[in-house]
Nanobody, 127 residues
Framework: QVPLVESGGGSVQAGGSVRLSCAAS????????VGWFRQAPGKDREIVAA????????YYTGSVKGRFTISRDNAKNTVYLQMSSLKPDDTAVYYC????????????????????WGQGTQVTVSS
């Protein structure tokens, strides 16, 4: 297992920025792709961004392109989601997830592609 711990959530005004962190507690992120998902009240959980183990491949869902940046520091076993120009529609519980990958360039975008999940962190954007 890869215990994941998210941090950095909170309340912010529209147009503001927040950086989320996802740390592999006591384990390494070696050979693991990582994704950020979110679930807003009354909605299904959706992919936000994903990053390959190598960090060279990234994916963003359309609504966050140009505003969010996913990155990773494998030496620190941590993946980040920098969120800027936040909108009230970004309000959700954000989850990070990880999965072992055979390819350093794989970045799954489906929830079913991930084996390990964090507990989630709330991000609230007020207008």
């Amino acid at each position: 297992q890869v215990p994941l711990v998210e941090s950095g959530g909170g309340s912010v005004q529209a147009g503001g920025s927040v950086r989320l962190s996802c740390a592999a507690s006591g384990r390494t992120f070696s050979n693991h792709a990582v994704g950020w998902f979110r679930q807003a009240p009354g909605k299904d959980r959706e992919i936000v961004a994903a990053i390959s183990w190598s960090g060279t491949n990234t994916y963003y869902t359309g609504s966050v392109k140009g505003r969010f940046t996913i990155s990773r520091d494998n030496a620190k076993n941590t993946v980040y989601l920098q969120m800027s120009s936040l909108k009230p529609d970004d309000t959700a519980v954000y989850y990070c997830a990880a999965t072992f990958v055979a390819s350093a360039f794989a970045s799954p975008t489906s929830q079913r592609g991930y084996d390990y999940w964090g507990q989630g962190t709330q991000v609230t954007v007020s207008s």
